[in-house]
């Protein structure tokens, strides 16, 4: 079965840390995903990439970066935490090779910055 | 830019009841997919719809894409207690086949019993 897992379920960190939020997927999808949610504000879309050591920006990548060395992992990076960043975020991955793929989905990590 | 609305932002109703979740679009959609996501999960894709038109069942949930590809309905039938969570649709997003998604809002269903 498809697995998408993110390192933490909950995280607390303070203003000015640099955090790290790792994401595995086991199915050999070639897209990857960082999203935050937030209520009433749907998913928005932070980075994502569609291959190894490939990145794009996604809706709202400040204050973001992301890497991705090897294919089934996909990190999420917040440079100097602030409490704006305080949200809920998903990790999600999908195939490439045609339209109309679904994305599947970790369970999330909630994350709060003091 | 492509955006979605979904209407309401919040339903609460009874076991039993009938209910409507629609997803509005002023741009043109070569699909559009649904998820639920339940408290503490991430979301789980229900169905995608494809073609204009085109109505998709699953047990009390019927999908309906618009002859227009530009809205989507969700409907669901004898609402249960199972049924609670958010209710999100999304659409493909951007130019060529980048597999970036465009989500609404969201629709939070709570089912009491």
């Known amino acids: 079965d498809v697995k998408v897992t993110q390192s933490s379920r909950y995280l607390v960190k303070r203003t000015g840390e640099k955090v790290f939020l790792e994401c595995v997927q086991d199915m050999d999808h070639e897209n990857m995903f960082w999203y935050r949610q937030d209520p009433g504000l749907g998913l928005r879309l932070i980075y994502f990439s569609y291959d190894v050591k490939m990145k794009e920006k996604g809706d709202i990548p400040e204050g973001y970066s992301v890497s991705r060395e090897k294919k089934e992992r996909f990190s999420l990076i917040l440079e100097s935490a602030s409490t704006n960043q305080t949200s809920m975020y998903l990790c999600?991955?999908?195939?490439?090779?045609?339209?109309?793929?679904?994305?599947?989905f970790g369970d999330g990590t909630r994350l709060s910055i003091l | 830019t492509q955006l979605l609305e979904q209407s309401p932002q919040f339903l609460s109703i009874q076991e039993g009841e009938n209910l409507t979740v629609y997803c509005n679009s002023s741009s043109v959609f070569s699909s559009l997919q649904w998820y639920r996501q339940e408290p503490g999960e991430g979301p789980v894709l229900l169905v995608t719809?494809?073609?204009?038109?085109e109505v998709k069942k699953l047990k009390r949930l019927t999908f309906q894409f618009g002859d227009a590809r530009k809205d989507s309905s969700l409907h669901i039938t004898a609402a249960q207690p199972g049924d609670t969570g958010l209710y999100l649709c999304?659409?493909?997003?951007?130019?060529?086949?980048?597999?970036?998604?465009?989500f609404g809002q969201g629709t939070t269903l709570q089912v009491k019993p």
């Open positions: 999600a991955s999908s195939f490439a090779g045609a339209y109309n793929q679904p994305q599947h």
């Open positions: 719809v494809v073609t204009g038109g």
């Open positions: 999304a659409g493909e997003g951007g130019s060529g086949n980048t597999g970036k998604l465009i």
